[in-house]
């Protein structure tokens, strides 16, 4: 499964943005999808999370009520949309997928991996 990410920038505190992961195959629906992201000196950490057919997602506590993650099936495309953004929110941003239902919020369980998309938020 090749990933391709897209739709980071800089953005003030405050600001949105909306980030797409898109596959390069006719279906994912048997994967299981992550958004993960990591700063520079730092571990890749879990951000979002999303079943095979969207019936369920998960967050980290850091971004709850703040990033919403869907995906368009049809489309073979993930989002994270992130509203409200801080500075330490500033990250490479990663979509990354797993065969079957299980939303693993460990970066080891993920066998594909895009090359990330860059986010800085400035104060």
């Known amino acids: 499964v090749q990933l391709a990410e897209s739709g980071g920038g800089l953005v003030q505190a405050g600001g949105s943005l909306r980030l797409s992961c898109a596959a390069a195959?006719?279906?994912?629906?048997?994967?299981?999808m992550g958004w993960f992201r990591q700063a520079p000196g730092k571990e890749r950490e879990f951000v979002a999370g999303?079943?095979?057919?969207?019936?369920?997602?998960f967050y980290a506590d850091s971004v709850k009520g703040r990033f919403t993650i869907s995906r368009d099936n049809a489309k073979n495309t993930v989002y994270l949309q992130v509203d409200i953004l801080k500075p330490e929110d500033t990250a490479n941003y990663y979509c990354?997928?797993?065969?079957?239902?299980?939303?693993?919020?460990?970066?080891?369980?993920?066998?594909?991996w895009g090359q990330g998309t860059q986010v800085i938020v400035s104060s």
């Open positions: 990354a997928a797993r065969v079957g239902g299980y939303v693993s919020r460990t970066p080891d369980d993920y066998a594909y």
């Open positions: 195959q006719r279906s994912k629906d048997d994967y299981s």
């Open positions: 999303i079943t095979p057919l969207g019936g369920a997602t």
